[in-house]
């Protein structure tokens, strides 16, 4: 139905920056809730931001403030901007979108996934 391709990930010093993108195909992109997960080794699964069809944003409390979500419907990708990286920061970063369309959250048992892209933040 959905398919996500991430690219952006990288190793970067604490205090850098990084832009993370997801490409999208299938259908009904626009109507879909997007959203970036990330995992740490021994950690569980956890997200990060998301953004709604219809646009509303959110954000896990410990990167609010240096991250930003953001969606091209246009081009069928989701973006995730990423300032003043912490140490902590450093997982796997996962796109994801709403299985089903005009859902406003996201449901980690019924979400499309990308395969994810490394962030590594060194100190």
């Known amino acids: 139905q959905v398919q996500l391709v991430e690219s952006g990930g990288g190793l970067v010093q604490a205090g850098g920056s990084l832009r993370l993108s997801c490409a999208a195909s299938g259908s009904n992109f626009r109507l879909r809730t997007m959203g970036w997960y990330r995992q740490a080794p021994g950690n569980q699964r956890e997200l990060v931001a998301s953004?709604?069809?219809?646009?509303?944003?959110n954000y896990a409390d410990s990167v609010k403030g240096r991250f930003t979500i953001s969606r091209d419907n246009a081009k069928n990708t989701v973006s995730l901007q990423t300032e003043n990286l912490k140490p902590e920061d450093t997982a796997v970063y996962f796109c994801?979108?709403?299985?089903?369309?005009?859902?406003?959250?996201?449901?980690?048992?019924?979400?499309?996934w990308g395969q994810g892209t490394q962030v590594t933040v060194s100190s």
């Open positions: 994801a979108a709403a299985r089903n369309i005009y859902l406003s959250t996201l449901d980690p048992s019924n979400n499309c």
């Open positions: 953004i709604t069809w219809a646009g509303s944003t």
